[in-house]
């Protein structure tokens, strides 16, 4: 059976100004299912057909790059949509603890994402990331993804150009600080570390 490209957890509204409908409707709407028509198709007719998008993933890595970037893409942004909310919330007890002990407060891990994100060169994903109870910040480049990486992923922020070019143009400092300050969603985040493995796109 084909994967169907999920629904926003939110009105398409919801993330306004930090990131705008109309941007939704071109990301969503039309980049992630563009990902998920594309990854569908190579998969039709194939021993592929039926599997895990996981599955997908993991098979295709280091052996099929067409099908791989498609099948990373489709859950990379399925995840960064998660990774979003119109309102924050706060992280759990057990995340906080974390955040504290790897980074010192959540206002430096804030700020390191930022950091990061900025940093990293041309399209590609910052990830909030754990491994052996330890929080780390993570990069992935292009489509590359962490969802079969060893890595639970709490949280990831996308950095190509498409997430943000028409909200704030080549500004991605400003991208980011809506979204860092804003947007992340630490409920989500709380219930992956809670989990203890990464999460999965919905069958
Ligand atoms: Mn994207």
Do not use: C
């Not at 993330?15 to 980049?31: I, W, Y």
């Not at 599997?51 to 942004?77: C, P, T, Y």
């Not at 993804?145 to 500004?171: C, M, R």
Request: net charge negative; hydrophobic share 40%.
């Amino acid at each position: 059976m084909a994967f169907e490209l999920i629904d926003l957890p939110y009105d398409d509204s919801a993330l306004e100004p930090a990131v705008s409908a109309n941007t939704l409707s071109f990301h969503h709407g039309k980049h992630h299912q563009a990902y998920i028509d594309k990854m569908n198709a190579a998969i039709d007719g194939t021993d592929l057909a039926g599997k895990s998008m996981e599955d997908i993933v993991v098979a295709s890595r280091g052996s099929n790059q067409g099908l791989f970037n498609n099948a990373a893409q489709s859950w990379n942004h399925a995840f960064y949509w998660h990774s979003m909310a119109a309102e924050t919330g706060a992280p759990s007890a057990d995340l906080a603890a974390k955040i504290d002990e790897a980074f010192g407060s959540m206002d430096e891990l804030k700020q390191q994402l930022k950091d990061r994100g900025l940093g990293h060169f041309a399209s590609g994903w910052v990830w909030l990331a754990e491994k052996d109870g330890k929080l780390s910040i993570e990069e992935t480049h292009d489509g590359d993804t962490l969802a079969d990486s060893g890595f639970n992923p709490l949280l990831t922020i996308d950095v190509w150009e498409h997430a943000y070019y028409l909200d704030h143009q080549n500004k991605r400092p400003a991208y980011l600080d809506a979204v860092v300050e804003g947007k992340l969603n630490w409920a989500f985040a709380s219930e992956n570390l809670a989990r203890g493995s990464a999460w999965t796109y919905p069958a």
